[in-house]
């Protein structure tokens, strides 16, 4: 027995001491590639000495003679801080991740190569002015000397996860960067995805589109009225103005398509008499974000603000003169067209003037640990043929049909990648409007601020239709038809736009912002109702605004859409009865109401009524669907406040909803919302215990910061995931998307990757912050280290006093060139 007990000793230490010397060693080489921001290089391509100081926060302000180095270094330190991630956006816009993923991205792969993101950039380089090749070309070779530095000094391969990938690191072009953009833009987009769904609910009766599917209703709003003329006392519910008959209305996106808030106040609007801007862009959350702060020394003065590793601009932030920010416009960007085959053959597609034969090319899959795939790539004159298995194409394509996509981020001349270089050096509002005109794709609103004035103008190329158009692009239409061919774009002139207000405050919280008739109408089909009122309300509560006043905006987490939809929904439920005994499901039922009939709506992580509310209306809504929906209730991820709202105060008869199909009883509204809250509560008792007030948002509202690769991995992910608790939700201006399906409904896993708010009082006490740090590199401190600030509503200073960064520098990177040896 003693015997076996030394062995099993021995056995047990030796299996330590090899666990400890293998992450030790695995520790070692992840190290490697950890940057030293204190290293200087000599090296080719620049023209003189160039610093990257980095301050406290890990930004990287850069100094350079000329913009070319400037460029050149902003290329060198995304490389040293997200080369993964950049080689992972790439290889996504490439259709390429199947080399290094396996079977699992093939379907990715796939659609991306049918897109041709990666071709048509390479095309858009012809379109772009000389300016802008040059700060690719500047910037391409800064990523690749970085690169070249990791192959030759052993840096780790540049990336921890790099390791777990043999693939080879090939060097940066100019037109990956452009393909990354239009990723972005693929990522700011689902309309195409909205006339599918449509579509597919249209086949089930297209009564039912007319309450679930409801038209936005009001003018729009964009540019509020003089501050004066406000009448006291909360506005009716937005989402109730007026009854909608539309049988056609727009689906509310199911999808995490691109939205964010940003909004500005004149000098008359300023406590100190100084233009402001706040801008918050919403994308999915990831470790590390999507975004990366820097700060460029430009020949044209110094910009700071956000950037995506990968491509060379400033995408939002200010320069010393003009501020800007960026919004999804929710533009109409996208149409499917059904094309008809020709039966003898298919190969040909029906067109206005006859049978024409598809544009054919084929393309080779590479695929890890599996044979390659062989795709025939297809285009008519609409666009690139989509097959029925994406997008859930062949629930809506008639036999002897093929689906086409016609998009504006297909144009092979799109000089968006120009317009966002030039904007980093407008002086002045008007100089921003003008330089919008070469901006293609995503459809974006901007909100800029200048020292004098303040604007909000949409950008991006906006689709010209016929007036007879079939389904006005809310529908997939036939695409041999003349009146349903896209007729090149609209003059820029026609995007809408908003300068100097005589309110003296413009913003946009991805809700409607114009009431026109169809073809200038930008869109059936917005991403907001519900942010834009508590926004208006905000900024209409005072005279004048401050940078407090923006910042305590961007934090906000009142839920407007829990306002309006409890007040509904408990109306014949609070207060009926007596105590019922405790421990039954009516006393739980009770002791709910009674807790939220003191609620504010404000979904603060530490109460548990944002927790009742959030999963009584999701279960409502399952109620009210599933049994007229069938499956297709299982895209209706997320609630529809107008369809709740319209349900329960019965516009157009549509309490309807309430009575169960297959019930032989009639069930009134009361009797859904009674049982939805018995569900919602049993669940929420089996997960987090019987005890109401023990309850909190923020255990179940976890922000996801999920690293997308070793997130997955079990213990690796304790340390490359950054979960928090967090308040806000769905529809509250500090938004927090919930996932809406699976195991965890309600974590945050979309949001405002990227906070920033600019005072041209007080240029230097402009601030921002990012969601997850500056480096994608799991052992670094900058990994995680703003994700605190983040969450607790903090910012860092945005400062262009270059003494200011150097005061406070963590580390200067020098650059020189080798002539100068």
């Given amino acids: 027995m003693l015997t076996a007990f030394r062995w099993l000793l021995r056995i047990f230490t030796g299996l330590l001491l090899l666990s400890v010397g293998v992450v030790t060693l695995a520790y070692y080489f992840a190290a490697r590639s950890l940057p030293d921001y204190d290293e200087d290089f000599r090296l080719d391509d620049i023209s003189d000495r160039i610093e990257i100081v980095r301050d406290t926060a890990d930004v990287p302000h850069i100094f350079g003679t000329t913009d070319g180095d400037v460029y050149f270094a902003l290329g060198f330190a995304h490389a040293q801080d997200r080369l993964w991630q950049m080689i992972v956006q790439r290889r996504t816009a490439q259709g390429r991740l199947s080399e290094v993923f396996g079977t699992r991205t093939a379907k990715t792969d796939e659609l991306m190569r049918r897109f041709d993101l990666n071709g048509l950039a390479s095309h858009s380089l012809a379109a772009q002015d000389d300016e802008t090749l040059a700060a690719l070309e500047a910037y391409s070779r800064g990523v690749n000397a970085w690169i070249s530095i990791v192959n ?66 009001g003018d729009g709003v964009a540019a509020l009225p003089p501050y004066a003329s406000l009448v006291p006392g909360v506005k009716r519910s937005y989402a109730a103005i007026s009854p909608m008959t539309d049988p056609l209305s727009p689906l509310k996106e199911p999808v995490f398509s691109g939205a964010s808030n940003a909004w500005a106040a004149a000098p008359d609007r300023s406590a100190a008499g100084g233009s402001l801007l706040a801008n918050d862009p919403h994308f999915d959350f990831s470790a590390p974000s999507l975004w990366y702060l820097a700060r460029l020394d430009l020949e044209s003065g110094g910009v700071i603000g956000a950037t995506i590793p990968g491509i060379p601009a400033i995408l939002t932030g200010r320069n010393a003169n003009l501020g800007w920010g960026i919004s999804a416009a929710w533009m109409d960007d996208q149409d499917i067209h059904l094309e008809e ?41 609409n666009g690139p043929i989509l097959p029925g298995s994406h997008m859930d194409l062949d629930t809506i394509t008639p036999r002897n049909h093929v689906a086409a996509l016609s998009w504006t981020a297909l144009d092979p001349a799109d000089t968006t990648m120009s317009a966002a270089i030039r904007l980093m050096q407008a002086r002045s509002v008007a100089e921003g409007i003008a330089i919008g005109k070469d901006y293609v794709a995503p459809a974006m609103n901007v909100t800029m601020a200048d020292q004098d004035g303040v604007a909000m103008v949409m950008f991006g190329k906006m689709p010209a239709r016929n007036e007879g158009m079939n389904g006005q692009g ?71 605004h401050s940078r407090e006043s923006f910042i305590a905006a961007q934090l906000d987490t009142v839920s407007p ?33 009674e807790i939220l009939a003191e609620w504010d709506g404000d979904m603060n992580e530490h109460l548990p009524e944002p927790l009742i509310y959030a999963a009584w209306v999701r279960a409502l809504q399952n109620r009210l669907i599933q049994d007229e929906l069938g499956p297709l209730a299982d895209a209706f991820t997320h609630v529809e406040p107008l369809f709740i709202e319209r349900v329960f105060r019965d516009i157009d008869g549509a309490a309807r909803w309430c009575d169960v199909m297959q019930s032989a009883s009639t069930e009134s509204c009361t009797d859904i919302a009674r049982m939805s809250l018995d569900d919602a509560l049993l669940e929420l008792s089996e997960r987090y215990g019987p005890n109401v007030e023990s309850w909190r948002w923020g255990d179940a509202h976890q922000a996801t910061h999920d690293h997308p690769v070793l997130g997955r991995t079990p213990v690796l992910n304790w340390f490359v995931n950054i979960r928090q608790s967090t308040s806000g939700g769905d529809h509250t201006l500090d938004r927090g998307l919930t996932a809406g399906t699976g195991p965890d409904p309600f974590q945050n896993v979309n949001g405002a990757g990227y906070r920033g708010v600019y005072d041209f009082a007080d240029p230097d006490s402009s601030v921002f912050i990012i969601s997850t740090g500056q480096s994608g590199h799991p052992l670094s401190r900058h990994y995680d280290d703003l994700s605190v600030l983040w969450r607790r509503g903090e910012y860092v200073p945005m400062s262009l006093d270059p003494e200011l960064a150097r005061a406070a520098a963590t580390g200067i990177t020098v650059l020189e060139p080798v002539a100068a040896q």
């Avoid at 990354?180 to 597919?200: G, N, W």
């Avoid at 899959?365 to 062989?374: G, L, N, Q, R, V």
């Avoid at 939809?565 to 014949?572: F, G, N, T």
């Fill in 152 to 217: 030759e000094e052993a840096k780790g391969r540049g990336a921890p996860e790099l390791f777990l990938f043999s693939n080879e690191i090939a060097y940066w072009q100019p037109a990956d960067s452009i393909a990354i953009l239009k990723l972005m833009a693929f990522r700011a987009t689902a309309q195409a995805r909205a006339e599918i769904l449509r579509a597919r609910l249209s086949l089930l009766s297209s009564d039912w589109a007319q309450d679930l599917l409801p038209d936005v209703p």
């Fill in 341 to 381: 085959l020709n039966p003898a053959d298919t190969e040909r597609y029906r067109t206005p003037e006859g049978w024409k034969t598809f544009e054919n090319r084929k393309t080779i899959i590479e695929i890890k640990d599996a044979a390659p795939i062989t795709v025939t790539l297809r285009w008519s004159d």
């Fill in 561 to 593: 859409a829990a306002r309006t939809i409890l007040p509904l929904i408990a109306a014949d439920l609070w207060f009926t009865g007596e105590a019922a005994p405790a421990g039954t499901p009516e006393r739980l039922r009770q002791r709910a109401l």
């Fill in 474 to 544: 809310r529908l997939p239409s036939l695409g041999w038809m003349v009146q349903n061919r896209w007729q090149g774009y609209l003059p820029y002139a026609s995007n809408p736009r908003f300068v100097n207000p005589s309110g003296g405050i413009v913003g946009n919280t991805n809700n409607k912002t114009v009431d026109r008739p169809f073809p200038r109408h930008v869109s059936f089909n917005w991403g907001d109702t519900q942010r834009v009122q508590r926004w208006t309300r905000l900024m209409q509560e005072r005279e004048v």
